[in-house]
């Protein structure tokens, strides 16, 4: 009972959310990213819902288009890190070749040895010139699939030694017959899980990348809307909500997930 | 055409331990066996590491030894061709230790029956099931019993007897069974060791692997004694268990406690067992470090297996 | 005969949010000094619990439902264990006056702490001695039961299973409580370790002249260690009474089958086991809960639960065959 009544809770926090981004965006009077749309530093009011920016955004309408491009950034960086860790991972936990197991190995232990944010700080800004969403999405997903596909081989590797795979092979069921039938609900719950702790980490890291001023600063992303907010000082002249607003929204939005990543882990993990 | 059903030549595995795997230490030490094509039950018996479940896994067909030869009737195990694997496979099964690691815990028990029914014998859905049927009557299960239902709907005992039930449907020549009874109830045991017995008098071998001596001695026609890593004593059951020649096997047997023993199992002196990794490195005798009747050479040198009675034994006082 | 621990009635289970699992119901027993006492039965019998009960080792889900254990100690005050808070235990009862040797103990030693700071940490505490004073006393202790000094030095990992756990049962042996709990102190050890750490009890038994509560599931090794011992079966003591007497003429049906499934060296007729499986307990059978297993029961087992009877001097046994 206590579980479905905070499931429901954190389910509706984001449906909130994701209609915000995703549904909002379609009604905007106008394109929220231009500037001089609307009077200058106006405080939250009925007018303006979340206030009004130094440059004359809508803060309203600009955190719906942010929160759009944060969110798709984190999925589309989840996606395509999980394909990644999947394929490279279930290889690595299957080859019987002993070399290639090694190579397989050893890349996917360099690659999640590496420092995520310097490595990071130096490839966006060597890039800066062609950076859009998109791109930075592969770009995370360079440093993001390695951890997960690490666990991906060792969780393959841990169930090849469990007396129930010897079974399978006794009954005269093949390896690809047993991946996909005996270890892939395990996988696939492993990988559910990864991909919303990938999810918020790719939001998170757009955003630290974003206040450095590496990001895609002409599209709104709640990176690029802290960044304007601290070029002009917004704490510093009183103008709070620029920059309070977006961070509440980005940490509502990782608690909600992380949430229920915990809650999907604790159901599968129940079985 | 060999006269053996199973048979091991000089078989080692080794492991990798330490740091990163430096140090190479042998968990199968040059193993030697073999078991006629007259149904029987061989015993290998020893404590836990002494490499008896990987010696099982080896005769499986599942791991694959450094050095020597594991035949199947005659032809190598490691080395079949496909068709050869898969009549391998069929007439080899095997028996697992904890009834509850047989079974995915995610997927249904009657899917390996069925599985097997399929893979093994070609059979189609129909006949397959009146197979099982037969099969887990054997048992004595139904398959009502049984269809749809996930492990850990069923009790460790009842577990034990569906494996045994999908070991039988393949109509194996050989069954491997590794600790079959060791989580199972002491008062349940024998149910399990008493189907063996029966399945012996239809045309089916057994390797059992043990640490229990006394069920050991209750089944087996014939035991193999391992002590970290190498066979130091085999041959009959009785005269290995009744009258044991390596002191390792001796010390086993007096230190079994049983009804009837109090006075001599509490009062007679006897030391320990020293520490496992540097004993499976000994380049001697493995045993020498409790070993009672140690010599000179038994540091030096390795014991072959000598011949004593109809028993052979690795230890120098025979030599 | 003087009497250590006296147990009157004890009910108590696991309590989870909507099962209960009546682990032990209304067990009694009287615990002498001077013996080795043992339980046996299979796993989920209760004889674990019962043992955590007895320690007072009492935190949820496990709960007691009812009934009194009281501890006499050697300067002869009592302790009502089951009415004494966890704290009030720790600070007066426990160590001191009754240890407790838990499951897959050997482990529970700290890896990062010298053996001779285990002995030292003890004495410490409880007896307020200096650091130096407790390593020549932890080496003193340690030689005179002839466990091999230069153990003291070494961290657990650094030594054998067998080895580490002789050394947890010295700890618990360590400020001579009147009694030990022990709670299946070797069922992770081979034959030849489980003997030398089951020895090194016995002598120290000896010495102590104190109380052991051995649990194990292994009959074998009641046989040739426990003076009495107690049968369980789905939470209740069926049997209780002195081991030779119990092997050689099990009275309940159960220990009976118990007793006839053991294989043995040099005897090869056929043995039988018992056939169907342990109840459920958070359903217990109606009754006898042995009824639906037992070969000899009768209409009235279903119905009523039969009386922990005495038979014979210090033999009692709960079934209705013996019913006058």
Redesign the interface.
């Known amino acids: 009972m206590k579980i479905t009544k905070s499931l429901a809770i954190t389910i509706g926090v984001l449906a909130a959310h994701l209609i915000f981004a995703y549904v909002l965006p379609y009604f905007a009077p106008y394109d929220p990213r231009r500037w001089a749309t609307v009077p200058r530093d106006m405080p939250p009011s009925t007018a303006f819902l979340f206030g009004t920016t130094t440059v004359g955004q809508d803060l309203f309408w600009l955190s719906s288009y942010a929160l759009r491009n944060s969110i798709t950034l984190g999925i589309l960086t989840a996606s395509v890190s999980i394909l990644i860790a999947f394929l490279l991972g279930a290889t690595a936990g299957f080859v019987k070749n002993p070399a290639l197991h090694n190579i397989l190995t050893l890349c996917i232990d360099s690659f999640s040895l590496i420092p995520g944010l310097p490595a990071l700080i130096v490839l966006t800004y060597s890039w800066r010139k062609y950076l859009s969403p998109i791109l930075i999405a592969l770009i995370l997903s360079i440093f993001g699939w390695a951890w997960p596909s690490r666990s991906v081989r060792s969780l393959i590797l841990s169930l090849r030694e469990?007396?129930?795979t010897?079974?399978?092979?006794?009954?005269?069921?093949s390896m690809i017959e047993i991946f996909f039938?005996?270890y892939l609900?395990?996988i696939i719950k492993w990988l559910a899980v990864s991909f919303l702790g990938l999810l918020t980490w790719a939001i998170g890291m757009e955003t630290t990348i974003a206040v450095f001023g590496l990001s895609t600063l002409e599209e709104a992303t709640i990176g690029s809307i802290l960044y304007w907010a601290l070029q002009y000082q917004a704490i510093l002249r009183g103008i709070w909500w620029w920059p309070i607003i977006p961070i509440l929204l980005l940490t509502t939005l990782i608690v909600t997930i992380y949430q229920l990543s915990n809650m999907i882990g604790e159901l599968l993990g129940a079985? | 055409m060999s006269e053996f059903l199973l048979e091991l030549k000089n078989v080692s595995k080794f492991f990798g331990y330490g740091f990163i795997g430096w140090i190479k230490f042998p968990a199968v030490d040059s193993a030697s066996l073999s078991m006629e094509k007259e149904p029987k039950i061989l015993t290998i018996a020893g404590e836990s590491g002494c490499g008896k479940t990987t010696l099982a896994?080896i005769v499986?067909g599942?791991l694959k030894p450094e050095e020597g030869t594991v035949l199947y009737k005659g032809k190598r195990v490691y080395s079949l061709k496909r068709g050869e694997r898969?009549l391998f496979?069929?007439e080899v099964?095997?028996i697992?230790?904890?009834p509850y690691?047989?079974?995915?815990?995610?997927?249904n028990v009657d899917t390996?029956l069925f599985?097997?029914a399929?893979?093994?014998l070609n059979m189609k859905d129909e006949e397959a099931s009146s197979q099982i049927k037969e099969t887990l009557s054997f048992v004595g299960l139904t398959i009502d019993e049984i269809v749809g239902k996930k492990p850990s709907e069923f009790s460790g005992g009842q577990l034990q007897r569906i494996?045994i039930a999908?070991?039988l449907l393949?109509q194996p020549r050989l069954i491997v069974a590794d600790e079959p009874v060791s989580m199972i109830d002491a008062s349940s045991r024998m149910n399990v060791l008493n189907i063996f017995k029966e399945l012996k008098q239809r045309e089916i071998s057994f390797v059992y692997i043990t640490h229990d001596l006394a069920t050991a001695y209750y089944i087996s026609d014939e035991i193999a004694i391992m002590y970290r890593g190498m066979i130091i004593e085999k041959g009959p059951a009785d005269e290995v268990l009744l009258n044991q020649y390596h002191p390792y096997t001796k010390a086993l047997v007096s230190s079994l406690p049983e009804h009837g023993k109090r006075e001599k199992w509490i009062k007679e002196e006897m030391s320990p067992l020293g520490m496992e990794i540097k004993e499976f490195l000994a380049s001697g005798c493995k045993y020498i470090s409790t070993c009672p009747n140690k010599m000179e050479k038994c540091l030096k040198e390795r014991p072959p297996m000598f011949e004593a009675g109809k028993v052979k034994v690795a230890c120098w006082l025979y030599g | 005969m003087d009497l250590v621990l006296r147990g009157l009635n004890i009910k108590g289970g696991y309590e989870m949010s909507k099962v209960y699992v009546d682990a032990v119901n209304n067990v009694s027993l009287e615990l002498y000094k001077n013996e080795i006492f043992g339980v046996a039965g299979e796993s989920g019998c209760g004889k674990s619990t019962l043992v955590k009960i007895l320690y007072g080792y009492i935190e949820p889900p496990l709960k007691l439902k009812s009934g009194s254990i009281e501890l006499y100690s050697n300067d002869e005050k009592s302790f009502m264990i089951s009415s004494l808070s966890l704290d009030d235990l720790r600070k007066t009862v426990w160590w001191k006056h009754i240890s407790y040797i838990p499951q897959n103990s050997m482990n529970v030693l700290n890896p990062t702490t010298r053996v001779k700071d285990h002995f030292a940490e003890m004495y410490k505490t409880y007896t307020g001695m200096k650091k130096k004073e407790a390593y020549a006393m932890a080496r003193k202790y340690v030689e005179d039961f002839g466990l091999p000094s230069d153990a003291l030095q070494a961290f657990p990992h650094q030594l054998s299973g067998g080895m580490r756990q002789r050394i947890v049962i010295a700890v618990a042996l360590l400020l001579q409580p009147a009694m030990v709990l022990a709670d299946e102190p070797t069922s992770a050890l081979d034959v030849i370790n489980q003997r030398a750490a089951l020895m090194f009890l016995k002598k120290a038994q000896e010495r102590l002249k104190n109380t052991i509560v051995l649990v194990s599931h292994d009959m074998g090794i009641h046989s040739v260690l426990t003076d009495r011992m107690g049968v369980m079966y789905a939470g209740n003591i069926v049997e209780v009474g002195g081991t030779q007497a119990i092997f050689e003429k099990p009275l309940h049906p159960y220990t009976e089958a118990l007793i006839e499934s053991l294989p043995r060296l040099g005897d090869k007729s056929q043995r039988t086991g018992l056939k169907g499986q342990p109840p459920d307990l958070r359903q217990p059978p109606s009754g006898c809960r042995f009824h639906p297993r037992c070969p000899y029961s009768k209409p009235i087992c279903q119905k009523e639960e039969p009386e922990h009877g005495k038979r014979e001097k210090d033999r009692r046994v709960s079934c209705w065959i013996y019913a006058s």
């Open positions: 469990r007396p129930f010897h079974t399978a092979l006794l009954s005269g069921y039938k005996e609900p395990y079985r | 896994r499986l599942l898969k496979r069929k099964q095997a697992f230790q904890d690691g047989t079974f995915n815990p995610l997927r390996y599985g097997t399929k893979h093994m494996a999908r070991a393949s």
